[in-house]
């Protein structure tokens, strides 16, 4: 089995996924097409991450999409500072919905932890009511 972690990060001001899609690829087709999150730290489980790991999008409190990362690279910014360029594949992969509290930056996300890929041809989920979704934690179920 593929031993990966995950990333995950809040989508600041996406009001869904097509919202973050349309962004990206506004972003992308100004570089090389690929999408890219830059952020001031460097994962120091880079190997794990690189071993088919995604960035999990929270959009509105839930996790609602994943994208496979590529690669991290290295970007220097005017001030000097060294940060980290999350290089991701294109395109979006809908999840099941999972609601998730608000943090800051990135943070790991564990294989068993991630909300499973939605099956093709789904694009859209309705998010399970947050008591619903609190009981269903508390007990064990997703």
């Known amino acids: 089995m593929n031993k990966h972690i995950n990333l995950i990060k809040l989508s ?29 730290m ?9 071993q088919g790991g995604s960035i999990y999008w929270v959009i509105k409190g839930v996790i609602q999409a994943r994208q496979p990362i590529l690669r991290l690279d290295e970007v220097v910014g005017e001030d000097g500072i060294r940060r980290c360029a999350i290089v991701m594949k294109p395109g979006l ?6 609601l998730k ?18 099956p093709k041809g789904h694009t859209h989920e309705e998010p399970i009511p947050a008591e619903l979704s609190a009981a269903l934690a508390e007990i064990g179920v997703r």
């Open 12 to 40: 600041v001001g996406t009001e869904s996924v097509e919202g973050l899609e349309e962004w990206q690829q506004m972003r992308a087709a100004a570089t090389d097409g690929l999408n890219r999150h830059i952020t001031r």
């Open 93 to 98: 992969i809908r999840t099941q919905h999972a």
């Open 101 to 118: 509290r608000p943090f800051q930056g990135w943070r790991y996300l564990k294989q068993e932890d991630a909300p499973a890929d939605l």
């Open 42 to 50: 460097w994962p120091k489980r880079e190997p794990e991450i690189l």
